[in-house]
């Protein structure tokens, strides 16, 4: 095996990244679900949104914390394994992730204790707002980095002088080509990815008759903005593809499939394929006839440009590219169907009662999580062998660092993410078989609403006199 | 307008930052591992739960600021200071989740203090020495990392690691003394009997230590003597009180000591570093990115802080007085 | 009985075509402006549905 450093770079850098992003494409989209949930609660006063909103709030906490811990790896990370990366463009990225801090991580953060901890300190007002707050942070958030990634993709609003950049312009560097479509694709996933999570948990309760409430609401709930969320993510899919099939061809042109500079005319959409980056062709390939050609040139006999058209030494791997898209793609159109198929019921009042559909809920709980992991390999494996394209290769960026180094901290990463994960996982479910908590929480606990709703201190005289908790 | 010396200043202000609030967290983690009954650990966790996200935060601006602004720097002190950075990282993310796994686990929750404690104290031993590397110096060839990794792992970065663990546990035991109720204080003031001494005598072992190995450090104290020498005077003065006086005072003097004790390292440290970014040989202009970008993080900077500073100050308003009895969730 | 129940699939199988069509509409096989339209189509039939077929019309 190759103890190359730049390729254990990349493994590290990709490895910590892949875990984070699953983190805060869960919180981004929780936290907004939260604040749904919130204003729900404070508008009907029903128990119900209150006891969905102490059930998810404890999984958001934990999936925040994480979130939080391994994306101080990544700010470091740039640096650890990439450091002349770092410095060609620290000048361009660095103010915009200086920014992501100032107004969104400490937003985030410094509301969050209030949201966790504060039900019992503040006035439902104030818990509201912190809950939007973070909601807003994590919105937030998602713009400064994606801005700062897209930069990297689609360059712009720099100069260059002997391998320095200079920034030339702020207003192209943050609204790069390709950042106006990609922000909100990203945004659309992670609040696909709650809908969906959200939806299966209430789905698997129902198919288990229990937690009624809770779970015809959750689910319906889940269901309605999945549906209009993603008619919305193909749509926005669509122009991103078409956005980097204008920047960046060669990504596409792996994502596809062809290898041939021009491809035959009608043109298939490959399913499935054997790609051979040496002999630059498909040694075995599946695909639905014409297709290709309606899907991807929007004509019935367009041709589609492969590969070839990129010069063999600027080409990204094939394999990678082409079968991250096709999960991200695929989960999308089930998704869709989904979305389809919950109208219908609706329509027909099965939403609730229809076995199959509960039980494809159940199993597409993750699945937003997985399509938007695809979809960022689509992004970043597509962009090799550039780390910022048509400007700095991936092997140019790396660290003054012994491979040893490398391995061995890459180890230790896979290690602690793994007990990490695990404990979440496990602290996860428990929580879904424990079930939401079923009496109403404290509107009846001092006589009346007003009362529960003054904010005090909790250790103040009077109240542990007056409290009728145990 | 001098963009370089005003970004380094803004450097400086959120390490100091860090350090503070986040050294007050670390240290209540470290003396966590020293705490036998459950629920005053219990009771120690919950004082710094409702504001450890934010006050971690400001290490994260801290490391952006300077690939930001000293892009130079930070391509050289990271990989520099790679082994040790990590271990930091995997440390604070053990700390991190422990907050939220040690809740939901009744079982496990002694393991997940541990976890606790230990992250907090290699996350300390390790910032501590990363410090004591930087004072050491680190090999630079033509703007980019030319030593080992290894270089690190020698004896002032080592002893600098021990004077920020029991720092941190200074500022910690401070912490506890101010939030904690009754049966805590007893545990927080003899914390401090030991960790404010150690924290000194380490303090001069790194002072001596450094000077006699580092010539860069020897001419900053001969340019600089008595500022430093006074700076070292007071510190000593406030170690003394602080040892002291820990049994019967009032509740925020320990912690108000610690804070001084922390701003005048800080400060010799600044006075011994200035005007170098990578002490000995990048200077903050050699290092800075171009003005376009300096100007961007400072205009963010100057907008925003105060903003960030005022709804921090909040949350520790909402969260003031003595940390609950049961916690935070009745 | 048997009628019924192929009328029913029938529609089923119609409702799946026309999430097809939309589909294709809005992934851009029919151009920009179209797609535009069809994903606003799209989005007020759903809340249309949402609002007509209330999810508790049979319970408490």
Known sequence: MKLDPSILARIQFAFTVSFHIIFPTMSIGLASFLAVIEALWLKTKNPVYLQIYRFWLNIFAMGFGIGVVTGIVLSFEFGLGFARFSQMAGPAIGPLIALEVLTAFFLEAGFLGIMLFGLHRVGPKLHFFATCMVAVGTLLSASWILSANSWMQTPAGVAIHDGQLTVVNWLHVLMNPSWPYRLPHMLTAAYLTASFMVAGVGAWYLLRGKHQDFARRTVALGTAFATVLIAGQVFIGDLVYGTMLKYQPSKMQAAEGFWEKQSQSPAPYYWFIVPDQKDQRNRFALGTPNLGSIWLTHSLKGRVEGLKNTPRELQPRMALVFYAFRIMYCLAMLMFAMGVASLWLRFRGTLFKSRWFLWMLVFMTPSGIIATLAGWYVAETGRQPWVIYGILRTVDAVSPVPSQALLSTLIAFVCVYAVFITAFLIFTVRIIRRGPVEAPVYAEASGSIKNAFRPHVLDSPKRLADSQFS | MDLPLLSASFLAFTLTLYVILDGFDLGVGILLLFQPAKASRDHMVDSITPTWDGNETWIIMAGVTLLAAFPIAYSILLPAFYLPVILMLLALGFRGVSFEFRVQSKEHRRAWDVAFGVGSLVAALMQGLILGGLMQGVTVQNRHFAGSVLDIFRPLPIISGITLLFGYAVLGGGWLKLKSNVSLQHFASRSLRVSAPAFAVFFGIVCIYAVRIQPGIRAQWASHGTALACLVGLFAIAAGMLTALSGKSKPALPFLLGLLLFVVGISGTALIVFPEIVPFSVSLWDAASSSTSQRLVMIGAACVTPVVLAYSAFAYWIFRGKTPENGWEA | ?60
């Open chain 3, 1 to 60: 009985m048997k009628t019924s129940n192929v009328l029913r699939r029938v529609y089923g199988v119609t409702a799946a075509l026309i999430g097809v069509l939309f589909f294709f509409i809005i992934v851009g096989v029919f151009g920009l402006p179209l797609a535009i339209a069809g994903l606003a189509v799209f989005v007020l039939g759903a809340v249309v549905v949402f609002r007509a077929f209330p999810t508790e019309r049979a319970e408490l």
